[in-house]
């Protein structure tokens, strides 16, 4: 059982930075691939960003790579995901989740997901 929890969301301007991160409980936590979700006002949830147990493996979506970097702590338990020059675009909620699969961009193989935390950018 893994349980995730997310901080670090909040209201930015266009062009500002945030840092999201993701505390999980479990001593299995090494095992799973992490990834990043988010899903804005009347749109699906959608890929982000996911990282291999490893950190060795890591896949963005095109929307989001050169401007986003996700990374991970074995020994803290915690994955980050660092997002600078943020667009109105990024607007959603932002959740973590985590799978046995190797970096899936789909949600199916993702077995637990955190509460969210909302990111708000501004034009």
């Known amino acids: 059982q893994v349980q995730l929890v997310e901080s670090g969301g909040g209201l930015v301007q266009a062009g500002g930075s945030l840092r999201l991160s993701c505390a999980a409980s479990?001593?299995?936590?090494?095992?799973?691939?992490m990834g990043w979700f988010r899903q804005g006002p009347g749109k699906e949830r959608e890929f982000v960003a996911a990282?291999?147990?490893?950190?060795?493996?890591?896949d963005y979506a095109d929307s989001v790579k050169g401007r986003f970097t996700i990374s991970r702590d074995n020994a803290k338990n915690t994955a980050n995901l660092q997002m600078n020059s943020l667009k109105p675009e990024d607007t959603a909620v932002y959740y973590c989740?985590?799978?046995?699969?190797?970096?899936?961009?789909?949600?199916?193989?993702?077995?637990?997901w955190g509460q969210g935390t909302q990111v708000t950018v501004s034009s």
């Open positions: 479990g001593r299995t936590f090494i095992s799973y691939t």
């Open positions: 989740a985590a799978s046995r699969a190797v970096v899936p961009r789909t949600p199916s193989p993702y077995n637990y």
């Open positions: 990282i291999s147990w490893s950190g060795t493996t890591t």
